[in-house]
């Protein structure tokens, strides 16, 4: 821990009625921590270097603090929050603690949460009042709130003042002083809170429990510094620094020795990867390059960002091979006015140009995108300017959002002025002209032989496999059990609006 993170101690006088007790005595260690979030330093972006720390491990007198006890995390949010769960269940187990499916059984609960519309954080307050009945019938089961919410000054604010049965919150910095926090609220009567809002640091070596042995997830690098104006994550997850490309081939060559099928690398802002080395010229497009050579099926990233997505990157994805033939590229809005008041620093017509380069390169390419609708001051003819983009692109499906005013942003300053009627109907609009586009291209693929990497029975029914193609579409089909975990061929026999409906073929045959 360096100076800017010194931890200040400081009595809280948070209320907490619930009664901890520990079986041991670890007063000696701490006094209760109290270090909140403040907004402006994670809006800080300091010109010191990234500092890694290649060899954490846990200290010796944390080791069986979870002898007997039980966590469970729910997780809220985007893929990166995910994988941080996987973190935590990982320092978890290392600290002696069982993963347990059920609230009810859990000695620890942590809710792992996403701050990026008003709805992410609804719902985790919804469940915080949920967990108020649990901790009164069980009043030494510890509650921790984690993630992207615990960032924000307005949320710790709200914790403290209204929900005094939650013991501990801290930072999407902090996961890697879980044993400490965890130690320190089992003896604390008082919230224990740590968030440390700049952050420029990476940490390797953290232990992982992965949710599967199919497919697995890899930072490559943290943060983001991009500030669209409508955005939290620059706030909650600080500045972009990159792993090293060592840590991350040796990751992913330890994954694939594991038997994985597929790793999808992961950042706010995978673009960006790179350019926070004071050391090496390298960025995304060197570093798939390198990891396109390691035996593994299929190589993903994910987001993208379109004002950092270079040409060298084409010309690597262009090669093929175990990059997959998708990318993910959000684009907001379709129009240049509205695209610079969100500060996406590229205009429609750089974006459909980086889309026309992409698609001469890889012109069987799947294009996924983000959209938003009904931004400050966004008008009908903007919104239209949208939907052109939208037919002219063709993406293969989108994510579609109504915008959502976050504390703290340069968005939130402005006149949330779209009437709630017409944001709705143009997601409406805007959600019927993705339906469209979708069901028309999967109609494309009935008759046709595809390869789905098999990961489990379908949701809706057992006797049917599930699986997804490397352009992600989701194939259900007949198969015997033991194609799960393995790349079969698929004759698509029905397209649906967002999946495709066939059976398992064993000749050899062209895949598409
Ligand atoms: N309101 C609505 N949608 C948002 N997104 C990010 N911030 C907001 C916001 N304030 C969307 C963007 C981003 C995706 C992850 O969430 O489309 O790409
Ligand atoms: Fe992920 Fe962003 Fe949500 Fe945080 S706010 S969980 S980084 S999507």
């Known amino acids: ?260 099928k597929e790793i999808t690398l992961l950042g706010q802002n995978v673009n960006a990867y790179g350019k926070d080395f004071e050391d090496i010229e390298y960025g995304l497009g060197h570093l798939m390059d390198e990891i396109r050579k390691i035996d593994i099926a299929r190589i993903r990233f994910t987001t993208s960002h379109p004002r950092d997505f270079d040409d060298h990157l084409i010309d690597v994805l262009a090669k093929g091979g175990n990059l997959v033939d998708h990318i993910h590229l959000p684009v907001q809005s379709g129009s240049t006015d509205v695209l610079k008041i969100m500060a996406r620093k590229y205009s429609r017509e750089r974006y459909l140009e980086l889309v026309r380069k992409i698609k001469e390169a890889m012109p069987n390419v799947s294009l996924t995108t983000d959209i938003i609708v009904g931004f400050p001051n966004e008008t009908d003819e903007q919104f239209e300017e949208t939907l052109s983009l939208y037919r002219e692109v063709e993406f293969d499906s989108a994510y579609t959002f109504i915008y959502s005013p976050r504390e703290g942003t340069p968005a939130a300053k402005m006149e949330d002025n779209i009437p709630m009627e017409v944001k709705k109907e143009r997601l409406q609009r805007l959600n019927a002209l993705v339906n469209e586009v979708s069901a028309k291209k999967l109609k494309e693929y009935e008759g046709q032989v595809v390869e789905v990497l098999v990961e489990g029975e379908s949701k809706n029914n057992p006797d049917v496999l599930a699986g997804y193609t490397s352009k992600n579409k989701l194939v259900n089909f007949k198969g015997p059990k033991s194609a799960i975990g393995q790349l079969v061929k698929v004759k698509v026999l029905e397209a649906k609006t967002w999946t495709l409906n066939g059976e398992m073929i064993t000749e050899t045959v062209e895949v598409n």
């Open 1 to 260: 821990m360096n100076e800017k993170q010194r931890v200040e101690s400081q009595k809280v006088q948070a209320n907490n009625s619930s009664d901890k007790k520990s079986d041991k005595d670890y007063s000696k260690y701490f006094e209760t921590v109290y270090v909140a979030p403040n907004l402006k330093d994670a809006k800080k972006r300091g010109k010191e270097s990234v500092q890694y720390h290649k060899d954490f491990n846990i200290p010796e007198e944390f080791y069986g603090l979870g002898n007997g006890r039980k966590f469970y995390i729910r997780t809220y949010g985007c893929q990166m929050n995910e994988h941080d769960t996987e973190v935590m269940a990982g320092i978890f187990e290392a600290l002696g603690y069982e993963a347990t499916e059920t609230v009810e059984d859990a000695n620890v609960i942590l809710l792992n949460t996403c701050a990026i519309r008003e709805n992410a954080e609804n719902k985790v307050f919804g469940e915080i009042g949920h967990l108020k009945a649990l901790k009164k019938n069980n009043p030494d089961v510890l509650l921790g709130v984690c993630g992207c919410m615990s960032q924000e000054e307005s949320v710790v604010n709200r914790i403290l003042n209204k929900h005094h049965h939650i013991d501990m919150i801290f930072g999407t910095h902090n996961i890697h002083r879980l044993p400490h926090l965890l130690k320190e609220a089992y003896m604390s009567k008082e919230m224990v809170i740590e968030v440390w809002s700049k952050e420029g640091d990476v940490i390797e070596n953290l232990p992982k429990v992965r949710k599967g042995n199919i497919k697995g997830w890899v930072n490559i690098m943290y943060g983001c510094d991009k500030f669209c104006t409508y955005c939290i994550v620059p706030y909650t997850r600080g500045k972009e620094r990159s792993r090293r490309p060592d840590d991350i081939i040796q990751e992913v060559r330890q994954l694939a020795a594991l038997g994985y």
